[in-house]
Structures are given as structure tokens and as C-alpha cells.
């Protein structure tokens, strides 16, 4: 399994979760509003419309848990819905995960289902 970490414009928000939710196989995401900077702010003034405080500017967190296989989709879609073209639009990372835990039944799971 791998956990994907996308930081986007708050702007491209509702693009991507529709981007996503046409993945059969992605069970859910979490979103987060998010706070930081770049090497482009400061040159061109970081992304378009966001509020800049001390440097830093508002972006959108989603991460996600996929099994192997759907890990390229998965960042596939969100890298196309996510992308202006404008330096600032945000990164994608993605790290391994060991097990997953329900915490409703304490199921471990080894792969997403």
C-alpha cells in the first residue's frame, strides 16, 4: 500500500475531488487546509488570488491510502485536475504503508479494499 500527499491551489479543490471520485478503487480521501511556501513566492508572488502571510501561502492537503497497483492512476488524476501551468501549483508524494488499522473493529488490513 502507499499513502499519497498532494499539496494544490485551494482553488483546484473541487476539480480534483471530481477527478478522483471516478477512481472505482479509492476509498476515501482527507482534506486539509494548509499553510507554506515555495521557491516561486517572493518571484512572482506565489499563486494567483492566495493570501500571502509571513511568506507563506493557503493550499489544500489530500492524502489517501491506495493499494500498489492504483498508485499511478491515482497520481495521475490528481496531477491533470490539479495543474494551471503556473509555477506554485503544488507537489505529489507518496510513501510506503506497512498496514492499515480500522479503528472501529481493529481489523488490520494489508491492502485496501
Not at 482534506?31 to 506565489?46: E, L, S
Not at 493499494?67 to 499511478?72: A, E, F, G
Request: hydrophobic share 40%.
Amino acid at each position: 500500500m502507499k499513502e499519497i500527499k498532494a499539496i494544490i491551489r485551494p482553488h483546484r479543490l473541487d476539480t480534483v475531488l471530481e477527478a478522483l471520485h471516478t477512481h472505482p478503487k479509492l476509498p476515501g480521501v482527507t482534506v486539509t487546509p494548509v499553510r507554506g511556501f515555495g521557491r516561486t513566492v517572493g518571484r512572482n508572488g506565489g499563486p494567483a488570488g492566495a493570501a500571502v502571510q509571513y511568506g507563506t501561502v493557503e493550499m489544500t492537503k489530500l492524502e489517501c491510502v491506495v493499494n500498489d497497483q492504483d498508485v499511478d492512476e491515482v497520481v495521475d488524476l490528481i496531477q491533470q485536475a490539479a495543474r494551471t501551468g503556473v509555477a506554485g501549483d503544488g507537489k505529489i508524494t507518496v510513501y510506503e504503508v506497512t498496514q492499515v488499522v480500522k479503528i472501529r473493529t481493529g481489523a488490520r488490513m494489508q491492502r485496501i479494499e
